[in-house]
């Protein structure tokens, strides 16, 4: 099956900083998805991207699907930022939706 | 986007009995949804899908007679627990797809800690 491999495993933020999270995958897909996994477990969906740019304030993310990776961009990070961030993807159509390992992001005051 | 619900979103029972959690779609109609299972610091493994109207497909290495799955209508689906043990465990965490938002963006519950004594 396809494999779905994030990077890094954990990083760890001054406020205001900002970082790149990347997700790589072996097979090409027609989905990718990102998520944030709130301390409280809720995954909230950060971007629908299975390629090309997309931007939602101080986050963006990137795919590029013939290279077979994702980039997550989190500008000026704040506290609330913390949690943990995965990328998922689907192959196809109605087929399921493989997730990374997750990339834990802590943003110390 | 869509929303999801669960409920409940936390659950403490004894060993040797069963647990139903819900899983509603609020606002779309989902002919399919999806129950996923998650340990502390690890990632979301999926466990089965649910089709309305028909038999749950379950993944490999998961206990059909142990996850009961119903999906009764297209804005609802179940998850029942038989006979739990503290091995069972765990965040239980439903997803469905929106069609109406002609892609393939799935949308997921705040998930249940369930805690097994």
């Known amino acids: 099956g396809i494999q779905v491999e994030q990077s890094p495993p954990d990083l760890i933020l001054q406020e205001g900083a900002n970082s790149t999270l990347r997700c790589n995958f072996s097979d090409s897909v027609n989905n990718l998805q990102w998520f944030h996994q709130n301390p409280w477990g809720q995954l909230i969906n950060l971007f629908y991207i299975p390629s090309g740019t997309k931007q939602n304030g101080r986050l963006s993310a990137t795919t590029v699907a013939t290279e077979r990776y994702s980039l997550l961009y989190i500008s000026s990070s704040q506290t609330t930022d913390s949690g943990v961030y995965f990328c998922a993807v689907r192959r196809n159509q109605g087929g399921k939706l493989i997730f990374g390992q997750g990339t834990e992001l802590s943003v110390k005051p | 986007g869509a929303v999801v619900s669960q409920h409940p979103s936390w659950v403490i029972c004894k060993s040797g009995t069963s647990v139903k959690i819900e899983c509603r779609s609020l606002?779309?109609?989902?002919?399919?949804m999806f129950w996923y299972r998650q340990f502390p610091k690890q990632s979301l493994m999926l466990m089965a899908t649910s089709n309305e109207g028909s038999k749950a497909t379950y993944e490999q290495g998961v206990e059909k007679d142990k996850f009961l799955i119903n999906h009764a209508s297209l804005t609802l689906s179940t998850l029942t627990v038989t006979s739990a043990h503290p091995e069972d465990s765990s965040f239980y965490i439903c997803?469905?797809?929106?069609?109406?938002?002609?892609?393939?963006?799935?949308?997921f519950g705040p998930g249940t800690r369930l805690t097994v004594l």
């Open positions: 606002d779309f109609q989902a002919t399919t």
């Open positions: 997803s469905a797809r929106d069609p109406g938002q002609g892609r393939d963006e799935q949308f």
